[in-house]
Nanobody, 118 residues
Framework: QLVESGGGSVQPGGSLRLSCAAS????????IAWFRQAPGKEREGVSC????????YYADSVKGRFTISRDNAKNTVYLQMNSLKPEDTAVYYC?????????????WGQGTQVTVSS
């Protein structure tokens, strides 16, 4: 099971760090991706990190602003979000799979709400 946390409400330009913690299994062998879903929109892939952490991927909309990282010792993956914009408002989910292909991920936690508003 993956549990997301760290969401909240921030003003435009602010920062948040999301955490994705695993319980009951080890994250070491999995690629982990962050997705988000805004009201009335489809879920979209935001970022992914390979099992080794050696490869990372970002949606064009967040490149240069978001950074994904993992701490396998803590069984946790992070998403550092800087320079947040109102369009980043969404529920953010993490998911695990064998590789980083957004279309292949298919199981979700409860998510964590991120709201960017002045």
């Amino acid at each position: 099971q993956l549990v997301e946390s760290g969401g909240g409400s921030v003003q435009p330009g602010g920062s948040l760090r999301l955490s994705c913690a695993a319980s009951g299994f080890t994250l070491d062998y999995y690629a982990i991706a962050w997705f988000r879903q805004a009201p009335g929109k489809e879920r979209e892939g935001v970022s992914c990190i390979s099992s080794s952490g050696g490869s990372t991927y970002y949606a064009d909309s967040v490149k240069g602003r978001f950074t994904i990282s993992r701490d396998n010792a803590k069984n946790t993956v992070y998403l550092q979000m800087n320079s947040l914009k109102p369009e980043d408002t969404a529920v953010y989910y993490c998911s695990a799979h064998d590789w980083c292909n957004f279309g292949d991920f298919g199981s979700w936690g409860q998510g964590t709400q991120v709201t960017v508003s002045s």
